[in-house]
């Protein structure tokens, strides 16, 4: 990735734990995903 300088001497941002929260959320909100569509498959089968 690109190198992210700050001028104004700050410490800034933790690069590295910005991305693992990144990572964790998009895989709960696909893994979320995929569990209500598999319940609405499953809702839709039992229940029709």
């Known amino acids: 990735m ?3 300088h ?3 001497g700050q410490s ?5 734990e910005h991305e ?5 959320f998009v ?3 696909k893994w979320g995903t ?3 569509v598999a319940v609405m ?3 839709a089968v039992t229940l029709l």
């Open 20 to 24: 693992k929260t990144y990572e964790l």
């Open 27 to 29: 895989g709960l909100t």
């Open 41 to 43: 498959v499953f809702m």
């Open 2 to 4: 690109a190198e992210h």
């Open 34 to 36: 995929i569990f209500c």
């Open 12 to 16: 800034g941002m933790d690069y590295v």
């Open 6 to 8: 700050n001028s104004a």
